[in-house]
């Protein structure tokens, strides 16, 4: 069965520098897969999608990239802030199968 | 304006019992979502509805039961609560898109069920 998996529970880092999170998948690669902030209390909330014939994403400070070949996403915040600190979920959509499967998330933490 | 809206934010109850979670959604998608996030904050998709339309019914218990009544309207019925039960419930939405592919997901507050 399909698995995704996202490399840590938490990640710690200092204000201004580059966060980086992974997202690992197995079988097979999704049509598209999204990134979603979520805050405590409160629902996910969008932020980007990459397609499967994409290889990179950007949106201000947030860039994303896929490589089908590794199964892996990269999620990068660049110069990031305190503001930043959230859990970061990423998701993967198999058009076939109409199958939706979200990861367990990445709790970051930017410390001032 | 709410985008996706839930009632109730909260939910506590006994064992055994019957309860609704009630989600609209006011921007015009096609498509809506439950979805349930236990206490690791894995979030697990249940069912997905297309134009009042069953198109994904993840293993559940048939104790759960979506009803659409219409397409900005899904809500949840969960008969003999349990407490394997408590978790969060998001509903969500979103347009359908090209080739059946679903599009970004808005995602309503949220619903936490206790049940003891």
């Known amino acids: 069965s399909q698995k995704i998996e996202q490399n840590s529970e938490a990640l710690n880092i200092q204000e201004g520098k580059t966060a980086t999170l992974t997202c690992n998948y197995t079988?097979?690669?999704?049509?598209?897969l999204q990134w979603y902030r979520q805050d405590p209390g409160r629902g996910p909330v969008f932020l980007l999608l990459i397609r499967e014939n994409e290889k990179e994403k950007r949106k201000e400070r947030l860039k994303v990239t896929f490589d089908t070949t590794l199964k892996q996403s990269l999620f990068h915040i660049t110069a990031s802030q305190p503001a930043d600190s959230a859990t970061y979920l990423c998701?993967?959509?198999?058009?076939?199968?109409?199958?939706?499967?979200f990861g367990s998330g990445t709790r970051l933490s930017i410390r001032p | 304006d709410t985008a996706v809206s839930q009632t109730p934010k909260y939910l506590v109850t006994q064992m055994g019992n019957d309860k609704s979670i009630k989600c609209e959604q006011n921007?015009?998608?096609?498509?809506m979502y439950w979805y349930k996030q236990d206490s690791k904050k894995f979030l697990k998709i249940m069912f997905s509805?297309?134009?009042?339309?069953?198109?994904i019914n993840e293993t559940v218990p048939n104790r759960f039961s979506p009803k659409s009544p219409d397409k900005a309207h899904l809500n949840l019925h969960i008969n003999s609560l349990e407490l394997g039960d408590s978790a969060v419930y998001f509903c969500a939405s979103s347009h359908r898109g090209t080739s059946g592919r679903a599009r970004e997901q808005f995602f309503g507050p949220g619903t936490r069920l206790t049940v003891l």
């Open positions: 079988n097979y690669s999704p049509a598209y």
């Open positions: 998701a993967l959509f198999y058009s076939s199968a109409s199958k939706i499967i």
């Open positions: 509805y297309n134009n009042k339309e069953l198109i």
């Open positions: 921007l015009g998608h096609d498509t």
